[in-house]
Structure formats: structure tokens, C-alpha cells
């Protein structure tokens, strides 16, 4: 039996199976089972066989966002409209055949868009290219899923489907949970909160069922048992998405406001240029990118060539985006700005005090 029947198998034991407090260990299991089945999936352990060939595309600008829908919902034109790339666009399904990269020029920063061909149900399991799709948006710093607004709410499910399979959550938290392993010692288990949705007995049931029997757990969150395998299996993605619903042209004004209300979500239409701009405008604010300018000793601070960082970024950070070599020979630094203690005057900071948005920095070394 093959690791697909093996998957499809546990899924339809899980939906025979009736939800009370008796099965939720039998139910963990299967979470259990079913999660290192999908692993299994995507990564492979015997490296025999054809290599696959992936979207070799090189991460550039200061940020990637990903481009995610089934096919013809408008992703190539959406990437020809916001870019200078064109894109090939036409009236039939999988015009696009590859990952193809564009980029946004907004407010100094350079974001790179990924145009990713349609992918269709069972993705994740390997059909259409799927597996390459997916895996290319575990790189991307923000998700765009893009929806046909004539359609149903089926097809923003069934994505949501295909892209938590392969380990991709979608506007959530990464949970408050400590896990070491050990090689002697047995299990020690501690909670800071109360347990709501699962308990002990799961936890130790999941951790028996991935042969784990020397380890340090500690929950400071109250996580669902699903939660704690993300945090067993450690190579879960957690990236915010934005919903884009296309073709808001073709329905009526009290259904794009009902979309448009909806949470995550941004109403467009790419045939005639509609809501575009604060598109763009919402992709900076969810990326949460700031602009920082330099400044040499003596001179004016250099406005036309910001360094775009991460929110939370510190004075390091921004010496690896000058030169990989500042760091190492960093003395002090004046900030001017938002984050200086003394605004509007400067303040002298180490190599770990954070940044904020529109700071003047001026770097010095030894």
C-alpha cells in the first residue's frame, strides 16, 4: 500500500470516527499517523529515482510574496498590472507552466511578486505540479490567495485544504510551546495554562506514537493536539495571507461589500483597474517592512536609498545591509528618528537597539 492510500485510509477512519471525550486519544493517534504520512509525501526518505524539477527562482528585493489560486482567477494579469513583467495571459486554464517573478517598486522597497501556475484539488499530494507550488510559497514571506469573486467560498477552502497539508498556516500564531529532546529521563511535562483541548494523556499517546520517549515539554499556551504535532514535526510554516478577490466587476455592489468586510480579505478587479493601489498599499503594511535612511558624518541623511527591513530589526541589521564587514568593526551608532529616546536630537545605541520606521542612522567604526 502506498503512502496515498495509507493517507486516504486514516482520513476515512477519522471521518467514521465520532468526536467525544472516549476516541479523542484514538483521534490523536491518527492526527499523529496522518501528519508523518504527509511528511513522508513531501520529502521523501530515499533520495532514488528522477530528480523533480522545481521552480529554481532566486529570492531578491526585500521581501517575496507569493501568488496562490486555481487556475484563470487573474494572477497573471494582476502580476503584468502591479510589475513591469508581463506575464502570458489568456482565456483558458494553465496558461502559466512556471513560477514567474516580478517586481513592485513601493515607497523605496523592492518586493518580489511570484507568479505561481494554477493548482488544482490533491496539490499536495503531488497532482498538477502541485507539490512545486506549494513548496516555492513556503519561501515567500506573504501569501496572496487569489479568488474569483463570481465563485463560491469552496474554492478559498479547498486552498486552505491544500496549503495546511503541506505544512503552510495561514494567519496563525506560532504556539507558545518548549520541546527538547533528551536520551535519558523519561517524559517531563509541565503546563503554565489550562488545557481546554487536549490534555496529558494525548500529548504522552502522540509522543509515544513518534517514539519519543525522553523529552521536555512545556505549554504556556492552551494548543489544540493538532498544534502540538506542528510543534513535533517542526517544519510548519507560519505566514500571514491576504485574500484577493478578482472580477469584483462581473458582481453586484452589496457582494463585494460583504467580501470586502470579510477579515484578511482585499476586493479587485484587474480588467479595469480597480483597488490595485491599496493592494499594493496592504502588501506593505502585512509584510510590516520600515525604511531606514544612512547618513555619513557631516553629510545629509541620504533620502532617495532606504534600507528596507523587517519590523523589529536592530542597528546589526541594518550594518549586514550596508556591508557584511560593519558589523564586526561597529564602534557606535546615532539615531535620529521614531526610536531615539532624545527625539528630535540623536541617540547614541549599540549594535541591538531596534529600529523603527523613516530612522536616520549613522554608523561608526573603529
Known amino acids: ?29 491518527l492526527k ?28 531578491s528585493g526585500d521581501a517575496r510574496v507569493a501568488l496562490i489560486g486555481f487556475p484563470s482567477v487573474g494572477k497573471s494579469t494582476l502580476l503584468s498590472k502591479t510589475t513591469h513583467t508581463a506575464s502570458e495571459t489568456a482565456a483558458y486554464e494553465f496558461t502559466t507552466l512556471t513560477a514567474i517573478p516580478g517586481v513592485i517598486e513601493y515607497k523605496g522597497a523592492r518586493i518580489q511578486l511570484l507568479d505561481l501556475p494554477g493548482i488544482v484539488e490533491g496539490a499536495s499530494q503531488g497532482r498538477g505540479r502541485g507539490r512545486q507550488v506549494v513548496s516555492t510559497a513556503k519561501t515567500a514571506d506573504l501569501i496572496l490567495i487569489m479568488l474569483d469573486a463570481t465563485k463560491s467560498d469552496e474554492q478559498r477552502r479547498l486552498l486552505e485544504i491544500e496549503l495546511d497539508a ?46 519519543l520517549h525522553n523529552c521536555d515539554v512545556m505549554i ?16 510548519r510554516k507560519y505566514l500571514p495571507c491576504l485574500y484577493v478577490y478578482n472580477k469584483i466587476d462581473s458582481i453586484s455592489l452589496e457582494q ?46 541620504d533620502l532617495s536609498d532606504p534600507i528596507c527591513l523587517r519590523r523589529g530589526a536592530n542597528i ?11 558589523a ?19 541617540q547614541k545605541v549599540s549594535l541591538t537597539h531596534q529600529v523603527q520606521d523613516e530612522d536616520v542612522v549613522s554608523i561608526f567604526t573603529k
Not at 283 to 296: A, F, M, R, S
Not at 328 to 346: C, D, E, I, M, T
Open 1 to 29: 500500500m502506498g503512502i496515498v492510500e495509507k493517507i486516504k485510509e486514516i482520513e476515512e477512519e477519522m471521518a467514521r470516527t465520532q468526536k467525544n471525550k472516549a476516541t479523542e486519544y484514538h483521534l490523536g493517534l
Open 328 to 346: 564586526a568593526n561597529f564602534r557606535y551608532g546615532l539615531v535620529w528618528g521614531k526610536s531615539s529616546k532624545f527625539s528630535p536630537h540623536a
Open 316 to 326: 546589526e541589521t541594518v550594518c549586514n545591509g550596508v556591508h557584511r564587514s560593519l
Open 32 to 59: 499523529a499517523k496522518l501528519a508523518r504520512y504527509r511528511a513522508q509525501l513531501l520529502e521523501p526518505a530515499s533520495k532514488s529515482g528522477p530528480t523533480g524539477t522545481g521552480f529554481d527562482v532566486q529570492k
Open 166 to 211: 503541506v505544512g503552510i498556516r495561514l494567519n496563525k500564531r506560532k504556539p507558545d510551546v518548549v520541546f527538547k529532546r533528551r536520551t535519558t529521563g523519561g517524559i517531563t511535562f509541565n503546563t503554565t495554562v489550562k488545557l481546554t483541548r487536549t490534555d496529558e494523556k494525548t500529548i504522552r499517546t502522540i509522543l509515544a506514537g513518534y517514539k
Open 256 to 301: 463585494v461589500d460583504k467580501l470586502a468586510r470579510q477579515p484578511n480579505s482585499v476586493v479587485i478587479s484587474c480588467e479595469m483597474d480597480l483597488n490595485l493601489d491599496y493592494l499594493v498599499e496592504r502588501i506593505w503594511d502585512e509584510l510590516g517592512l520600515v525604511k531606514v535612511y544612512t547618513k555619513k558624518r557631516g553629510a545629509q541623511p
Open 220 to 235: 504556556r499556551d492552551d494548543i489544540t493536539t493538532d498544534e502540538f504535532i506542528d510543534v513535533l514535526i517542526g517544519t
